[in-house]
């Protein structure tokens, strides 16, 4: 697969509002990987999102953030892959994740969308999970608030103190991902 062109999409929402909450992690790991690749996102002509052609990891990929929803985020994904003629084979969405303690990451391929809407938009669109997922967990919320609301809600003062570090650990597990793999990706940032 080292030939084909990847697809690596951040999800989030757009507008500055949204721009630190923990919903939008998705976005700082593109950003992340944006710098170091030292490309700029530009907005693409024909499906709402901002793009970059480049190599990550030594590898041929597009790296997206849509600029949709994320309840809608299915819409930009699907006009990329056709656009780009990516199959989701190559595709790779990184998310937020509440299941999984803040800072924690885990690759995975395919799987269920466990409530996440940007992942339902998705297979919606799609007709399929069978995609890769790079999992970065936000926690839980705690006591009885709403996990929307906590998604949507900046990380706490601690969080922010350790989110450069685990933002900079996850755009490592994509380019792992790209360049070695996702079994030798799980065994290095999987815990």
């Known amino acids: 697969m080292a030939d084909d062109v990847w697809l690596v999409v951040g999800l989030g929402n757009p507008g500055p509002s ?3 909450t923990r919903h939008n992690v998705g976005h700082l790991v ?5 710098a170091r690749t030292g490309g700029n996102f530009k ?18 990929a597009v790296l997206a953030k849509p600029r ?10 699907s006009g990329l892959l ?4 990516v199959t989701p084979a190559t595709l790779v969405v990184v998310h937020d994740e509440l299941d999984i303690d803040f800072g924690t990451l885990r690759a995975k391929f395919g ?17 399929t999970g069978d995609y890769y997922r790079i999992r970065f967990g936000v926690g839980r919320p705690p006591g009885r608030q709403n996990p ?5 809600n900046e990380f706490s003062s601690t969080e922010r103190k350790d989110l450069p ?7 490592d597990a994509v380019e792992s991902l790209l360049a070695d793999g996702l079994e030798v990706t799980q065994g290095k940032y999987n815990s």
């Not at 190599?55 to 041929?60: A, K, S, Y």
């Not at 056709?82 to 003629?85: L, S, W």
């Open 111 to 127: 799987g269920g969308d466990n409530g996440h809407n940007g992942l339902k938009s998705i297979r919606k669109s799609l007709g």
């Open 18 to 20: 949204y721009a630190k």
């Open 148 to 152: 929307a609301d906590f998604v949507l």
């Open 68 to 77: 949709s929803y994320m309840n809608e985020s299915g819409g930009p994904v």
């Open 82 to 85: 056709k656009f780009f003629k």
């Open 165 to 171: 570090f685990a933002v900079d650990r996850t755009a």
């Open 30 to 34: 593109a950003d992340e990987l944006a």
């Open 43 to 60: 907005q693409h002509k024909q499906v709402r999102a901002e793009v970059i052609e480049t190599r990550i990891g030594g590898i041929r």
